[in-house]
């Protein structure tokens, strides 16, 4: 099993930006695909963004491309999510996830381990 902690959450106001942080500890960081996924208690919890084992292929909601930018440092066994142009609307808490197949799946059940949690708030 794999723990994995988030950070970097906190209050911003609309157009800034925010990278948050996942550190991961126990089983080999290097072979999971990893996601983060944000939750609200009006829409639940929904994918942001994917990467596979080796960062070589990244995925995301059509509501943060462009905007959102994944990225993984095995060596720190950490992925990051940089976060720009934030919007009121990516008010949520937001957690990262793994996937021990390695993909980097979009879809919330393929993941085993998950994080706490960081709350993302944006004032407009």
């Known amino acids: 099993q794999v723990q994995l902690v988030e950070s970097g959450g906190g209050l911003v106001q609309a157009g800034g930006s925010l990278r948050l942080s996942c550190a991961a500890s126990?089983?080999?960081?290097?072979?999971?695909?990893m996601a983060w996924f944000r939750q609200t208690p009006e829409k639940g919890r929904k994918f942001v963004a994917a990467?596979?084992?080796?960062?070589?292929?990244?995925a995301y909601a059509d509501s943060v491309k462009g905007r959102f930018t994944i990225s993984r440092d095995n060596a720190k066994s950490t992925v990051y999510l940089q976060m720009n142009s934030l919007k009121p609307a990516d008010t949520a808490v937001y957690y990262c996830?793994?996937?021990?197949?390695?993909?980097?799946?979009?879809?919330?059940?393929?993941?085993?381990?998950w994080g706490q949690g960081t709350q993302v708030t944006v004032s407009s």
């Open positions: 990467i596979n084992w080796r960062g070589s292929n990244t």
């Open positions: 126990g089983r080999s960081f290097s072979l999971f695909g």
């Open positions: 996830a793994a996937d021990y197949y390695g993909v980097g799946s979009t879809n919330l059940t393929a993941y085993e381990s």
